[in-house]
T-cell receptor, first 114, second 114 residues
């Protein structure tokens, strides 16, 4: 049972435009959400997170939006740069319930076209 | 550089064999997590240790075991290896005492079983 879903395996965006990556979850106990970026031959790198008590968190070019009623979150990258080309993973945990493990989606490969 | 180290980087072995993967967490981090990433899949949580004690278990096979030593490094032991065990194995650590927050990943060990 895939509790965290990233339905777009790949996405191509022109340099300078906005990249929007989407993630859906099914487990109502999830209360903390994270985005990771992964380059080939490297481990995932933490990008940004959001608690379920918020609906938006911003860090530089990266903004994460959370819609709890729809069980949906998205990562916006503005403006997109060639170095943003990577695989992006959405992850979730149920911190308030003492569940520390991260449940990951299958990833979206983002390609920024120069 | 996340500060998490993993050795070896690559491992090629035959079916039926046993291997040990090693992880050193970031300085001061007490929690270590192990994840498996098979081809085109998200990261699957295997097991977590906190200060030497097993804290949580995911979909870890009985042929797999792990431990965390007094110096906080961790080892993942995989035995009676099968072709399907070929995957990337990541270790992550965190200083997040509440758990379920940001985890910092090592570069991974790529295991190939032939």
């Amino acid at each position: 049972d895939q509790q965290v879903k990233q339905n777009s395996p790949s996405l191509s965006v022109q340099e300078g435009r906005i990249s929007i990556l989407n993630c859906d979850y099914t487990n109502s106990m999830f209360d903390y959400f994270l985005w990771y970026k992964k380059y080939p031959a490297e481990g995932p790198t933490f990008l940004i997170s959001i608690s379920s008590i918020k609906d938006k968190n911003e860090d530089g070019r990266f903004t994460v939006f959370l819609n709890k009623s729809a069980k949906h979150l998205s990562l916006h990258i503005v403006p997109s740069q060639p170095g943003d080309s990577a695989v992006y993973f959405c992850a979730a945990s149920a911190r308030s319930f003492g569940n520390e493990k991260l449940t990951f989606g299958t990833g979206t490969r983002l390609t920024i076209i120069p | 550089d996340s500060g998490v180290t993993q050795t070896p980087k690559h491992l090629i072995t035959a079916t039926g064999q046993r291997v040990t993967l090693r992880c050193s967490p970031r300085s001061g981090d007490l929690s270590v997590y192990w994840y498996q990433q098979s081809l085109d899949q998200g990261l699957q949580f295997l097991i977590q240790y906190y200060n030497g004690e097993e804290r949580a278990k995911g979909n870890i096979l009985e042929r797999f075991s792990a431990q965390q030593f007094p110096d906080l490094h961790s080892e993942l032991n995989l035995s009676s290896l099968e072709l399907g065990d070929s995957a990337l194995y990541f270790c992550a650590s965190t200083a997040d005492l509440a758990g379920g927050g940001e985890q910092y990943f090592g570069p991974g060990t790529r295991l190939t079983v032939t």
